[in-house]
């Protein structure tokens, strides 16, 4: 039954994703007559702006079948990376301390609330001033993206400990450290797992956007090449590798999700 369910669902999203290419082919190749609108034939989504999916996907296989993208796609992957655990594991770790100090979580509230309204993209020209347009200035962009997400999340999981559970877990004698391992910690996992699969999106904003603003190599910096020279299909291709760079991160995210949250119940319908 959830092999099947999981079928389903693989080959709706496929079908969303097949719908969406054969609308944006459509309407890059076939021109309509339509004098209401235009005296002469157009294309709806002009290729010059949009391109068309099928160069997309050549640049895209040749990009990899000769290797000018493995170099980029490396560098963004370890500007990812970097940026998602460090933002990561600091959200957690402070999330966890301020859900466990009122007095201190209290004292520095609006000082956290004002770092999380800065805006990113402000913040991206300083990185590279003091960090300089290596790696670093990107990875400082995504931890504060990474990190204001799983701390909150992690600081909600950890308040929404039920009180009568906490009290119940006293009673019978539980120390801090048990308490923090068996009810804490699996409390504030599902929120955690939830911030971490929105946190992996934004560790490779961060890195991109970053590169976008000054940078030698990455998917970024390809990017703001192509646009230069309005190389659409350029554009566009690297607005691909990205997605399918996120979903193959997002995976991974899950399959170790599933494998820490084991306890849970499966959904209704699939036992």
């Not at 204001?148 to 801090?176: C, D, H, W």
Request: zero cysteines; hydrophobic letters at 55%.
């Amino acid at each position: 039954m959830i092999a099947r369910s999981r079928f389903v669902l693989l080959a709706l999203q496929v079908l969303v994703a097949m719908v969406i290419i054969g609308l944006w082919h459509f309407g890059s190749t076939v021109k309509l007559s339509i004098p209401a609108l235009s005296p002469k034939p157009f294309y709806p989504l002009d290729p010059f702006f949009f391109s068309t999916p099928l160069a997309v996907f050549e640049r895209t296989w040749r990009d990899f079948a000769t290797g000018v993208i493995w170099y980029h796609l490396g560098v963004t992957l370890l500007e990812t990376t970097l940026a998602f655990i460090i933002g990561a594991a600091g959200g957690v770790l402070v999330g966890f301390w301020f859900a466990r100090k009122a007095l201190l979580a209290a004292v520095f509230d609006p000082y956290v609330k004002m770092a999380n309204a800065l805006p990113r993209v402000v913040l991206a020209p300083i990185f590279a001033l003091w960090l300089g347009l290596g790696i670093w200035s990107k990875v400082a962009l995504g931890v504060t993206l990474v990190f204001f997400i799983v701390f909150f999340n992690v600081y909600q999981g950890v308040k929404e400990v039920s009180p009568t559970l906490l009290s119940n877990a006293r009673m019978l004698g539980m120390s801090e450290r048990q308490l923090m391992r068996h009810v804490f910690w699996p409390s504030a996992l599902t929120w955690m797992f939830s911030s971490l699969h929105t946190a992996v999106g934004f560790a490779l904003v961060g890195a991109v956007v970053g590169e976008y603003l000054g940078s030698a190599a990455g998917l970024g910096y390809r990017i703001h090449q192509a646009e230069g020279v309005f190389d659409v299909t350029g554009v566009f291709s690297g607005m691909l590798v990205l997605a399918l760079f996120v979903i193959v991160i997002d995976t991974g995210v899950s399959a170790i999700e599933n494998r820490l949250l084991v306890w849970r119940p499966s959904p209704a319908g699939q036992g």
